[in-house]
C-alpha cells in the first residue's frame, strides 16, 4: 500500500509539467519562476488531503496551481520591465532555433502584460481544454470563456504587433 506521501510525488512527477508552464505564464524572471513553482508545490501538498478523487489529478492541479499563482502574482510587487531571461532550447535544426526562441520570447513578452485571468485563460487554451474545461476550472460559463479567450487572443495579437513583431 502507498503512502500518502509517495502517492502525492507520483502525482507532481507525472504532472509537474502543468507547474512549469503555470510559473512561466505568469514570471518572466527565473528565479521568481521556481520560486513560484516551490510555492504551487506547497499549497498542493497542504491541499492534498482536500483531494477526493471526484475529478482527474491534473484538473486539481490546473486549479490550485493557477489560484497559487494568481494570489503569489499579487503578493508580490513584480516590476513590468525586467528583462527576459532566455532559457536554451534543445532543437536539432539550429536554423530554426534562434527563431522559435524570438517567438517564444515575445509570445512571453505579451503574455506577461496580461491580466491574471487573460494569462489563466491562455494557459488553459495552450493546454488543449475545450471551452466547457476552461470555463471549469475558471468557475465562469462556457459563453463567457469562449468571449474572454477571443478577445485575450486579439490582445495577444495586438502587443505583439505593437512591439515590432510581424507574424
Same mark, same amino acid.
Given at each position: 500500500?502507498?503512502?500518502?506521501? &509517495?502517492?502525492?510525488?507520483?502525482?507532481?512527477?507525472?504532472?509537474?509539467?502543468?507547474?512549469?508552464?503555470?510559473?512561466?505564464?505568469?514570471?518572466?524572471?527565473?528565479?521568481?519562476?521556481?520560486?513560484?513553482?516551490?510555492?504551487?508545490?506547497?499549497?498542493?501538498?497542504?491541499?492534498?488531503?482536500?483531494?477526493?478523487?471526484?475529478?482527474?489529478?491534473?484538473?486539481?492541479?490546473?486549479?490550485?496551481?493557477?489560484?497559487?499563482?494568481?494570489?503569489?502574482?499579487?503578493?508580490?510587487? =513584480?516590476?513590468?520591465?525586467?528583462?527576459?531571461?532566455?532559457?536554451?532550447?534543445?532543437?536539432?535544426?539550429?536554423?530554426?532555433? &534562434?527563431?522559435?526562441?524570438?517567438?517564444?520570447?515575445?509570445?512571453?513578452?505579451?503574455?506577461?502584460?496580461?491580466?491574471?485571468?487573460?494569462?489563466?485563460?491562455?494557459?488553459?487554451?495552450?493546454?488543449?481544454?475545450?471551452?466547457?474545461?476552461?470555463?471549469?476550472?475558471?468557475?465562469?460559463?462556457?459563453?463567457?470563456? =469562449?468571449?474572454?479567450?477571443? =478577445?485575450?487572443?486579439?490582445?495577444?495579437?495586438?502587443?505583439?504587433?505593437?512591439?515590432?513583431?510581424?507574424?
Amino acid at each position: 500500500m502507498k503512502t500518502k506521501e &509517495t502517492e502525492f510525488l507520483q502525482h507532481i512527477n507525472q504532472h509537474k509539467g502543468i507547474i512549469h508552464k503555470v510559473a512561466r505564464m505568469y514570471m518572466d524572471n527565473a528565479d521568481d519562476r521556481e520560486d513560484l513553482f516551490q510555492e504551487i508545490i506547497l499549497q498542493l501538498w497542504k491541499s492534498y488531503e482536500r483531494f477526493q478523487g471526484n475529478s482527474h489529478f491534473s484538473t486539481w492541479m490546473y486549479r490550485v496551481a493557477l489560484n497559487t499563482a494568481l494570489t503569489f502574482f499579487k503578493k508580490e510587487k =513584480r516590476k513590468l520591465d525586467q528583462p527576459m531571461l532566455h532559457e536554451p532550447f534543445d532543437l536539432v535544426d539550429e536554423s530554426t532555433a &534562434t527563431e522559435k526562441e524570438s517567438q517564444l520570447s515575445h509570445f512571453y513578452t505579451a503574455v506577461h502584460q496580461l491580466n491574471k485571468v487573460e494569462k489563466a485563460l491562455i494557459f488553459l487554451f495552450l493546454e488543449g481544454q475545450s471551452h466547457r474545461e476552461i470555463a471549469i476550472n475558471l468557475g465562469i460559463t462556457e459563453v463567457n470563456a =469562449r468571449v474572454k479567450l477571443n =478577445r485575450t487572443k486579439e490582445k495577444i495579437q495586438q502587443i505583439i504587433k505593437s512591439n515590432g513583431y510581424e507574424f
